[in-house]
């Protein structure tokens, strides 16, 4: 399985500002996948971001609100901006099984907390 | 609308019996399941799959089983350890899906020594 690291673990934010979210994997991997899990909910797919496109966006959540970049096929970053308390959440990277599988692998996760 | 439904929200369990954690789902399209664990302060930890294919995969203590009739999975442990004590996830791919789960809303399972 791919060994997946995310920076920060946790952080807390003031209202309006905003945080990017570092996801780093040990191989290379085509899909990477960012998840939010807001208190006693489950995880709910934000974006896929494929290396060299632009992230695909789920219903409901918007580039201006939470861009990506992925720049390489290890690397991706995620940014919630323009934070609210409605933010507060652990948001969660994962990737696809490098072996081909439909697992897949997750981060620790960065929880926020927006006051 | 919640397409993966795991309506029980905790479970308890004596150490050495079974547990078993149910999920219902509503996509036909869905054609792969996925259960996955996790500890707090912890990301998701996969672990145990089934094809639509199929209706029962076996690895070691956890058995999943599907049936697809009744869009229903169950995922058995036995025997339960304490620290099988976490949150249990049911999750769902369609291959229509561009490789996205649809997860459940989780199932805290405790073990009782």
């Known amino acids: 399985s791919a060994v997946i690291s995310q920076k920060p673990s946790r952080d807390i934010c003031q209202r309006g500002t905003s945080l990017t979210i570092q996801c780093q994997v040990d191989?290379?991997?085509?899909?990477m996948f960012w998840y939010r899990q807001q208190p006693g909910q489950s995880l709910t797919l934000i974006a896929t971001?494929?290396?060299?496109?632009?992230?695909?966006?789920e219903s409901g959540f918007v580039i201006d609100k939470f861009p990506i970049s992925r720049p390489n096929l290890t690397f991706s970053t995620l940014t919630v901006s323009n934070l609210s308390p409605e933010d507060s959440s652990i948001y969660l990277c994962?990737?696809?099984?490098?072996?081909?599988?439909?697992?897949?692998?997750f981060g620790p996760g960065t929880r926020l907390t927006v006051t | 609308d919640q397409q993966v439904k795991q309506n029980s929200p905790s479970l308890s369990v004596q150490e050495g019996r079974i547990s078993i954690l149910n999920c219902d789902y509503t996509?036909?399209?869905?054609?792969?399941f996925l259960w996955y664990k996790k500890y707090p302060a912890e990301g998701p930890t996969f672990l145990i799959s089934?094809?639509?294919?199929?209706d029962k995969n076996e690895d070691g203590r956890f058995t999943v089983f599907l049936n697809k009739s009744a869009k229903h999975l169950s995922l058995h442990i036995v025997p339960s350890q304490p620290g099988d004590s976490a949150v249990y996830f049911c999750?769902?791919?369609?291959?229509?899906?561009?490789?996205?789960?649809?997860f459940g809303t989780g199932t805290r399972l405790t073990i009782i020594p």
């Open positions: 971001a494929n290396q060299g496109s632009e992230a695909t966006y």
């Open positions: 996509n036909s399209m869905f054609d792969y």
């Open positions: 191989s290379q991997v085509t899909m």
């Open positions: 089934i094809s639509s294919i199929k």
């Open positions: 994962s990737v696809e099984d490098p072996r081909g599988s439909y697992e897949q692998y």
């Open positions: 999750a769902a791919r369609s291959d229509f899906g561009n490789e996205k789960l649809t």
